[in-house]
């Protein structure tokens, strides 16, 4: 018989993120799948995200006693049960129902961390009351920066204990294949219309009983009566700012008093300028190959960055992680957490807070079997010594910083 992934509707038989994907492809109606799925242009950098991972080969210790294993670590002085986070995914409620609070409150079940999104389509208010956990806020740089202030003054109020900007979306990437289901702007072609009609599950999930979801944090920033999907996103196209820089990151630094994190950073010298300019913590990203079509993985620049910056600020990264064993490098590399895009997006798509629940228990579960593998029973002991970097031969400069920094934490 022919391999299958899984693809009923039983999140709990999903035992991989792939089996999860499987399941959100075929409840989704296409152009939902391909706005989740789809990367810039020729998706050489969404490819790059996942490649990645298959040059770094572990190098396992034998006969270590790891018969109690641990994968909780501090981030921001506090402690996370997993070295992980739900990462910010704009229209979540796209995929189901009330879906920014599914994945809030699966992630509060499971000691992690999650960003909202902006364009979410619950109020941030309402997620942190709802799903309670640690929820932290993810904004852009608007042109009207009183709506960005007003964004963090509310945040603060609701007890939002993080806000991360979001840097590389100065300008929208070119996603063609998420354009080539429209006819114009937000106007469906017809195989797709049909296509959403043969998914009844999702319509009675999603659009009944009031149609397409509608932005809830945006209120302030759209003209009246545009918090749909077309007004917004016509107005959030003109109000991205091309002319943001690190001046606007010291403007909300003095601003925003509790973490401020700036998402969207690849490489060492822009992590340094993060660090003049006062952030707490990075997210090395290429938006999930979305945005710059080409550019690096951050997993390629992860021990450059690390080699720098390290003890100044928290240096987070997402792009492609799918495995509990992409999350292990990372962390051996000196990442201090992970943030996931896809992975809990697929599993919210499969079964709304069960399929989100499902996607984090099945990583956790891997990060678990993966130290005990490794012959490491605590992460914190993780270091680049149980990795081989087959990419590390191409590139002598990192295997001379990588080898210097082992020196360091050995001793
Ligand atoms: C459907 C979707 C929506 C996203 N929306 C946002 C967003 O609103 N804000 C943001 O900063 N990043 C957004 N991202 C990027 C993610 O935060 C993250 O950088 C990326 O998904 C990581 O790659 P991965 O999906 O391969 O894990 C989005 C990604 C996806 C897939």
Request: with cysteine; hydrophobic share 45%; glycine share 10%.
């Amino acid at each position: 018989m022919k391999r299958r992934l899984y693809s009923g509707r039983d999140v709990n038989r999903a035992h991989s993120i792939d089996d999860l994907r499987e399941m959100a492809r075929r409840r989704l109606p296409n152009f939902c799948f391909e706005y989740i799925e789809g990367g810039a242009e020729d998706e050489t950098t969404l490819r790059r995200n996942r490649n990645v991972f298959d040059e770094i080969a572990f190098l396992p210790r034998t006969l270590v006693n790891v018969e109690h294993r641990s994968q909780s670590r501090t981030l921001f002085g506090q402690r996370v049960a997993s070295p992980f986070m739900i990462g910010p995914t704009g229209y979540s409620g796209l995929m189901y129902r009330e879906g920014d609070v599914q994945l809030a409150s699966a992630a509060a079940a499971a000691g992690i961390p999650f960003v909202l999104s902006n364009a979410s389509t619950i109020a941030l208010e309402d997620v942190v009351q709802r799903a309670g956990g640690r929820v932290w806020m993810q904004v852009y740089m608007y042109r009207t920066r009183e709506f960005v202030a007003k964004l963090a003054q509310r945040s603060l109020a609701a007890g939002i204990e993080a806000l991360v900007v979001t840097t590389d979306s100065a300008v929208f990437g070119k996603r063609e294949w998420d354009l080539r289901n429209y006819i114009k702007p937000l106007m469906l072609d017809w195989r797709n219309r049909f296509d959403v009609l043969g998914h009844p599950r999702w319509m009675s999930n999603v659009l009944w009983p009031s149609g397409m979801p509608r932005f809830a944090n945006l209120g302030d920033l759209l003209p009246p009566g545009q918090t749909s999907v077309k007004g917004a996103t016509i107005t959030l196209g003109q109000q991205l700012d091309p002319s943001l820089s690190w001046d606007d990151i010291r403007w909300l630094r003095d601003l925003w008093p509790k973490r401020l994190v700036v998402k969207g950073v690849l490489g060492a010298p822009d992590a340094l300028r993060a660090v003049e300019a006062g952030v707490d913590g990075i997210v090395l990203s290429n938006h999930g190959g979305r945005q710059l079509d080409g550019a690096v993985s951050a997993m390629d620049v992860l021990p450059e960055v690390v080699d720098q910056v390290r003890g100044r600020l928290a240096v987070m990264l997402d792009g492609g992680f799918r495995r509990g064993s992409d999350i292990l490098k990372a962390v051996a590399l000196g990442a201090d957490a992970v943030l996931l895009g896809r992975a809990t997006t697929y599993g919210l798509s499969a079964g709304g807070q069960r399929g989100a629940a499902r996607a984090i228990q099945i990583l956790q579960t891997e990060v678990d079997r993966g130290l005990g593998l490794l012959g490491c029973s605590d992460i914190a002991a993780l270091d680049r010594s149980y990795l081989r970097w087959h990419a590390l031969s191409a590139a002598p400069a990192l295997v001379y910083a990588g080898s210097a920094h082992d020196a360091v934490t050995a001793a």
